[in-house]
């Protein structure tokens, strides 16, 4: 796995101490996290506008994509090598666990083909998934 310093210069950003440090917090979990469980960890070096802007810049660029959770509270992911600033490819399943409470991406289960109705567009589509995970099982 890549350490920030290479995934920041991939995605042609400057290397910060905030980047580098939100981008470390991704990096040890293999889970979704939330704002308030990054803030939770670095608000005693780093302001909330530094951490939204982080992430906003994150998101803009492909680093990270948005995951929403059951109760519609939004949690961030580190993206896999395909996701670029021009396009995500996050289209996978997203993994609830009601144990433990942590949302995990199922990179290798692709979200199934959904026929739209006639004058329907996709184009964003999430599915989450709940039950134990394999930590909990």
Same mark, same amino acid.
């Given at each position: 796995? !890549? ?8 995605? +042609? ?55 929403? +959770? ?25 993994? !609830? ?41």
């Amino acid at each position: 796995m !890549k350490g920030e310093g290479e995934i920041l210069k991939d995605f +042609d950003l400057r290397h910060t101490t905030s980047r580098s440090a939100i981008l470390k917090l991704f990096l040890k979990r293999p889970f979704a996290l939330s704002y308030t469980d990054i803030e939770r960890e670095i608000a005693d070096v780093f302001d909330r506008v530094t951490v939204y802007r982080t992430l906003k810049t994150f998101v803009d660029k492909g680093v990270v994509h948005k995951v929403l +959770d059951d109760g519609g509270s939004l949690k961030y992911a580190l993206c896999s090598d395909l996701c670029t600033h021009a396009q995500h490819q996050h289209e996978h399943v997203h993994f !609830k666990c009601t144990v433990c409470g942590q949302t995990s991406c199922l990179q290798e289960v692709n979200i199934p083909l959904v026929a739209l109705p006639a004058g329907y567009e996709a184009r964003e589509i999430n599915l989450l998934i709940q039950g134990k995970c394999q930590n909990c099982h």
